[in-house]
């Protein structure tokens, strides 16, 4: 029986890619990149932005660190409230709280900003353990933050845990751990990106998961 679920922010609870999209766009400006359709950058939602800069851009570790800091200027006061939760997800949240289940947070957004946007919605108070990323660089790898709240719980038994997200980072970080994770379709991942990941289930709407986990 599953007693202890473990949600991603980006594209699993809240929608953020008018907030990431536009921060990713103020930071390619700084270098002389200018990239007016947001839609090309959604692919930086989900994992960490020092690899994503690298990755998509070609930066240098030097330059992506200079990046990253850029992006933060403006998500830390604007970014990060350029959001909104999905519709239903609060009656879920409430809804498995009161059926008994543990929620937890497990974002590679900085655990600061991850807690900012859930109280501005009003979310924060379903959750029992919130973490994500730290702001110097580190504990960006889903597996890691995965890890700090399992430790947050003291390690529960594997069969009692339920990862829940909308990329393959999550799905890949939660098998790394034992963890079996459910995918959702409305977040951000790519066509087939769920499925070869090894995602147990895939939701593909706000009540789709709020069926299946009920049943867990």
Known sequence: MISYI???????LTNPKEGITKCVQYALDAF????????????????????????FYGFTP????????????????????????????????????????????ASSKPTVFVKQILEKFELSQYFASIEGSNL?????????????????FNNPPMEQLLMVGDRKYDVIGAKELGLPCVGVRFGFAAPGELENSGAIYIAQTVADLHQYLLQQ
């Open 62 to 105: 030097e330059d992506a660190v200079t990046a990253v800091k850029k992006y933060r200027e403006r998500f830390s006061t604007i970014g990060l409230y350029e959001n909104f939760p999905y519709p239903g997800i609060a009656p879920m949240l409430q809804q498995l709280q009161a059926q008994g289940k543990t929620l937890a947070v």
């Open 32 to 55: 002389g990149i200018h990239e007016p359709d947001l839609d090309k950058l959604i692919p930086f939602i989900g994992p960490p932005l020092l690899q994503s800069f690298q990755e």
């Open 6 to 12: 473990l949600f991603d922010l980006d594209g699993t």
């Open 136 to 152: 110097d660089g580190t504990r960006t790898d889903k597996k890691e933050v995965i890890s700090a709240v399992l430790q947050n």
